[in-house]
């Protein structure tokens, strides 16, 4: 089945700066990558979504990355605000056949003010 | 749209019992994922319903089944408890899979004792 390794656990940065976060996957059937936010006590939520057709897709201060032949995608988060801090959580699914998003174990951002 | 309700929100049992915990999707959605999320395993895949039909199924022991009504309700039930099955679940609902945004509910945390 499909794995997605998930890299830093934790990370953090000053107000301002850019954050990155990089997942890798293992099944090139993969087709649909999404990232999702959660706040602490709250419910995850998609906040971007890229699929194996495109390389690259922005939404204002975030974008994420496709790399079909390494099979690796990252998020990045450009001018970091403290309302960013949370747990991100990529994931992959491979479509029909699968109806499984399986995700990685999350990255914990801190923006420090 | 309302959102996806979960109920009952906490849960307190014991070594052994048995739980059955619901969720409702959004109007209109057919997808019903379920979700176990513990500190530091990220969520981790139970089950997919369909139109009252299980099509895929996690890396879970027996114990732990579930099913979809014809209204797209779903419930899960975990029989026998251990102690390490306290953990969040969470149920997340989409028009048609997992190749589509994913909407989270708020989460049934069970505690076992």
């Known amino acids: 089945g499909e794995n997605v390794e998930q890299h830093p656990s934790t990370l953090s940065v000053q107000e301002g700066d850019s954050a990155v976060i990089k997942c890798t996957y293992s099944?090139?059937?993969?087709?649909?990558f999404p990232w999702y936010k959660q706040e602490l006590g709250k419910r995850p939520q998609l906040i971007i979504d890229?699929?194996?057709?495109?390389g690259e897709k922005k939404d204002q201060r975030i974008a994420v990355t496709l790399n079909k032949t390494a099979k690796h995608f990252s998020l990045h988060i450009t001018e970091t605000q403290p309302e960013d801090s949370a747990v991100y959580f990529c994931?992959?699914?491979?479509?029909?056949?699968?109806?499984?998003?399986?995700f990685g174990k999350g990255t914990k951002l801190s923006v420090i003010p | 749209k309302a959102g996806v309700t979960q109920t009952p929100r906490y849960l307190i049992k014991t070594r052994g019992q048995q739980v059955t915990l619901s969720c409702s999707p959004i109007?209109?959605?057919?997808?019903v994922s379920w979700y176990q999320q513990t500190p530091g395993q990220g969520l981790q895949f139970l089950f997919e319903?369909?139109?009252?039909?299980?099509?895929n199924k996690g890396n879970f022991p027996g114990r732990f089944s579930g099913r979809q009504f014809s209204n797209s309700r779903s419930e899960m039930n975990v029989s026998t408890l251990e102690l390490g099955d306290s953990a969040l679940y969470l149920c997340?609902?989409?028009?048609?899979?997992?190749?589509?945004?994913?909407?989270f509910g708020p989460g049934t945390r069970l505690l076992v004792l």
């Open positions: 890229i699929r194996s057709n495109v």
């Open positions: 109007s209109g959605h057919r997808s």
């Open positions: 994931a992959a699914s491979s479509g029909a056949g699968s109806y499984q998003l399986t």
């Open positions: 997340a609902s989409s028009l048609a899979g997992s190749q589509e945004t994913q909407y």
């Open positions: 319903y369909f139109s009252e039909t299980q099509r």
């Open positions: 099944d090139s059937a993969s087709n649909y």
